[in-house]
């Protein structure tokens, strides 16, 4: 009788979502049981019944209760290997008797090998979630080829190497890489890893006097992610990560890392280590242009109705914020939130836009007329090359330094009203011919090279947002 409804049920699902969503979502989910007017059912693996929790469970009821005819609500669990779903006999549960199952079947096609907490996941960064536009379309779609690559596809790019400025998504696309795989292959083993975390559980192995217990703990992933990967540190960290990576690729499993910087710039990595990874794809993350601020802005406002039903935040409030606050994801949640909090304070009267204008007004003045200063130059230029400010200064003449040092140059005689001799002192004490040579290189150099036309333009965006 429950499966009779079950099917009616299931069928009410495909017609609303499709066939497509509906076997995504619901193709394993499975009737356990009815518990005071509530339906139980079950999935094989935890992030399934987080996500349809999260995104379908009113959907879900609603075919529930139209199909069943005791039923008020529905209740998920994660069905465990070692618990089958009860069959139904006559509309009630009948116990099964177990069945030994061995290890590795249990893994191919019940649970998750590793726990989402383990796995270290955040089950609100998914590709869903993430905003899309032509700055980071490249790092999107590569990203959804490694999470959905089959297993005649594995590791087809790999190492995945993501480099992009502060904010731009990175460690969003890390998270939404493994939900996916999650998602697609349950048994293989997930895990994302911050570099300063695994320099921690390493240093920790060391005091401990555990090393091969870390060692091992990386042989039996499937997919690492690691994450801000230009804090890995030291020789001796560094060398216990080249022993790890090597390991995987070679043994055809997945790497995908990100930084703020491409790899060729990590100059204190081995030489070979950069080497494998440049061997890789490398993608890179721009700043997001308009159309994609204006779309990040309305996502996030979903997010915080789905918490207070009646916020309204009018359209040409939104078209403002997007035009004027040129910053990426965070600066543009910062501005979000500055006028719900606002909105809230008048009572939930919708912000005009000379409110909207005046409570953000710091920001737009920042992004828009804060002069640009020389320190800011070397700052910017120090982070996105991964080049000490006191080398910028220096005599130095590696081809490292000074090709930064002439992009500071060139940008602190575009961007500055600063005189070419000033220009000269504040960059280590040379002379105006020194900084008229640099301006003058790197010009020529912009007619042809477009990657260092993006850097430009990414280092005067940077510059001019504050």
């Known amino acids: ?192 890893i911050p570099a300063e975390q695994f320099m921690y559980r390493f240093l920790a192995a060391l005091k401990n006097r555990d090393v091969l217990t870390f060692k091992e703990r990386f042989q039996h992933v499937d997919l690492l992610l690691i994450d801000d990967f230009q804090f890995l540190q030291g020789k001796t960290m560094q060398q216990e990560f080249c022993h790890a990576f090597n390991t995987l690729v070679d043994s055809r499993r997945q790497v995908v890392i990100a930084a703020d910087v491409a790899p060729g710039k990590l100059e204190k990595l081995d030489a070979r280590m950069r080497s494998r990874l440049v061997g890789g794809l490398v993608v890179d993350m721009q700043m997001p242009d308009e159309p994609m601020r204006r779309e990040i802005l309305k996502r996030k406002l979903e997010i915080l109705r789905r918490r207070d039903p009646q916020l309204m935040v009018r359209e040409e409030v939104l078209d403002y914020i997007a035009r004027t606050v040129n910053g990426a994801g965070r600066e543009l949640e910062g501005a979000l939130n500055r006028i719900v909090a606002m909105q809230r304070l008048l009572g939930n009267v919708p912000v005009d836009l000379d409110a909207a204008a005046h409570a953000l007004r710091d920001l737009i003045q920042r992004s828009e007329s804060r002069p640009v200063r020389i320190d800011d130059i070397l700052k910017a230029v120090s982070q996105l090359y991964n080049v000490p400010r006191t080398e910028l200064l220096s005599t130095r003449r590696a081809q490292s330094v000074v090709r930064p040092r002439q992009i500071g140059m060139y940008l602190a005689k575009k961007l500055t009203s600063r005189s070419l001799p000033e ?30 036309q993006q850097e430009v333009n990414l280092l005067t965006r940077i510059l001019k947002d504050g």
């Open 1 to 192: 009788m429950w499966q009779a409804s079950w099917d009616r049920a299931k069928a009410r699902l495909k017609a609303e979502l499709g066939q497509d969503l509906f076997s995504n979502w619901f193709g394993r989910m499975e009737v356990e049981g009815c518990e005071d007017g509530r339906l139980i059912l079950s999935v094989p693996t935890r992030f399934l019944k987080t996500w349809i929790e999260g995104h379908y469970l009113d959907t879900l009821r609603a075919a529930c209760v139209a199909e069943f005819a005791d039923v008020r609500d529905v209740r998920l669990r994660i069905r465990s290997a070692e618990r089958p779903a009860a069959r139904q006999v006559n509309g009630r549960p009948a116990r099964v008797a177990m069945k030994s199952v061995p290890r590795t079947e249990i893994r191919s096609t019940e649970q998750p090998s590793m726990p989402d907490r383990e796995a270290g996941l955040d089950p609100n960064l998914t590709f869903e979630t993430f905003v899309t536009g032509m700055p980071n379309a490249l790092a999107c779609t590569a990203a959804q080829q490694v999470a959905e690559a089959g297993d005649a596809d594995i590791t087809r790019i790999n190492p995945l190497f993501i480099h992009a400025a502060t904010g731009l998504g990175k460690t969003h696309l890390l998270h939404a890489i493994g939900w996916r795989v999650r998602q697609l292959h349950p048994s293989r083993q997930v895990l994302y």
């Open 423 to 452: 220009i000269g002192r504040r960059f280590g004490g040379r002379d105006h011919s020194t900084v008229l040579h640099a301006v003058r290189k790197i010009e020529k150099l912009l007619e042809k090279d477009e990657a260092l």
